[in-house]
């Protein structure tokens, strides 16, 4: 079972884009592709102060170590700490874009938590039906 954080937007509810699930734990996706990970997720300024850690942190390195095993096993220790830390960064990237958490739920996928989520909130599945356009099925 894996843990979500259901974060939710309230002032026009939209599935796609006012209802958002992030998990919780280790992210492999922002361990190895660091940059592309926050831009996947429009962190702009994430981006940013991610690629400024890098850099110099990488160059620091290469200055202070050379291009040893030393240097290699401090960019990579910065890398996982960036993968134990970047669904807190998105989680207040979400806040600041005016989401709030409203609630956590273990599941299996990201499926069944969405599932799981509005089985157990039917006044936010109502909501989110009800802005679907005519003909969609629910």
């Keep these: 079972m894996r843990v979500y954080t259901v974060h939710l937007r309230r002032h026009g509810l939209m599935p796609d884009d006012d209802l958002v699930l ?35 942190v990488s160059l620091t390195a290469e ?27 998105r989680r207040n990237h979400l806040q600041d874009q005016g989401f709030a958490v409203a609630g956590l739920v273990a599941a299996a996928d990201e499926d069944q938590a969405l599932h ?3 089985e157990a909130e039917p006044y936010v599945a109502a ?12």
């Design 22 to 56: 992030v998990r919780e734990g280790f992210s492999w996706p922002a361990f190895l592709f660091t940059f592309v990970w926050a831009l996947w997720h429009r962190m702009w300024r994430a981006t940013l102060w991610l690629f400024i850690a890098v850099a110099a």
């Design 63 to 89: 200055a202070a170590l050379g291009q040893g095993a030393a240097a290699v096993a401090l960019s990579l220790a910065l890398s996982f700490a960036i993968g134990f830390i970047a669904d807190d960064l």
């Design 127 to 138: 909501d989110i039906a009800s802005a679907l356009p005519q003909g969609v099925p629910s």
């Design 116 to 118: 799981r989520y509005l």
